[in-house]
T-cell receptor, first 114, second 114 residues
Framework: SQKIEQNSEALNIQEGKTATLTCNYT??????LQWYRQDPGRGPVFLLLIRENEKEKRKERLKVTFDTTLKQSLFHITASQPADSATYLCALVPLRNAGNMLTFGGGTRLMVKP | DTAVSQTPKYLVTQMGNDKSIKCEQN?????MYWYKQDSKKFLKIMFSYNNKELIINETVPNRFSPKSPDKAHLNLHINSLELGDSAVYFCASSSGQGDPYGYTFGSGTRLTVV
């Protein structure tokens, strides 16, 4: 069966450290993978998109890697801040999926302590 | 201006009732979606719709139906509401596959069926 797995346990880190979140998928061949941030009571907010032919993508303090062999994406936040505390979701669209139906992992909650 | 707006934000109703949730986007996007987020915070795609086709997730009961009066609106109708329909429903839009800006989500409608 097709799965997108993220660590369901909360990740607690100290301010200033690098947070690394993992997204693993099985039985998909995605054309691209996306990362979103969700705060309580709000809708997900798009952060980054990485395509299957890209190894790494950066945006300010964020970095995403995409290994199609390992079927894994890593999401890094450098110099983390308490304001980065939120739930982070990875999502993908299968390569030949009609309707662009983005499928989400269960999310990982990040807590950055001052 | 809110890019994707949903109304109402909260909806409490009795079992067996029929209700609608409205969604409007002012981004000029071609495709709109409905997602359901359950108590465990999993986001599940329900529908994908553009002016050419409707894609329905096969797990969605036929009591749920999307209605699109025009490209900027995708409303969700739910008939014969059940307790298990209680969740947060998110509307989203995108400009197409591989959208480098990702999906834009509304702030959600919390539906409680009593």
């Amino acid at each position: 069966s097709q799965k997108i797995e993220q660590n369901s346990e909360a990740l607690n880190i100290q301010e200033g450290k690098t947070a690394t979140l993992t997204c693993n998928y099985t039985n998909y061949s995605p054309a691209y993978l996306q990362w979103y941030r969700q705060d309580p009571g709000r809708g997900p907010v798009f952060l980054l998109l990485i395509r299957e032919n890209e190894k790494e993508k950066r945006k300010e303090r964020l970095k995403v890697t995409f290994d199609t062999t390992l079927k894994q994406s890593l999401f890094h936040i450098t110099a983390s801040q308490p304001a980065d505390s939120a739930t982070y979701l990875c999502a993908l669209v299968p390569l030949r999926n009609a309707g662009n139906m983005l499928t989400f992992g269960g999310g990982t909650r990040l807590m950055v302590k001052p | 201006d809110t890019a994707v707006s949903q109304t109402p934000k909260y909806l409490v109703t009795q079992m067996g009732n029929d209700k609608s949730i409205k969604c409007e986007q002012n981004l000029g996007h071609d495709t709109m979606y409905w997602y359901k987020q359950d108590s465990k915070k999993f986001l599940k795609i329900m529908f994908s719709y553009n002016n050419k086709e409707l894609i329905i997730n096969e797990t969605v009961p036929n009591r749920f139906s999307p209605k699109s009066p025009d490209k900027a609106h995708l409303n969700l109708h739910i008939n014969s509401l059940e307790l298990g329909d209680s969740a947060v429903y998110f509307c989203a839009s995108s400009s197409g596959q591989g959208d480098p800006y990702g999906y834009t989500f509304g702030s959600g409608t919390r539906l409680t069926v009593v």
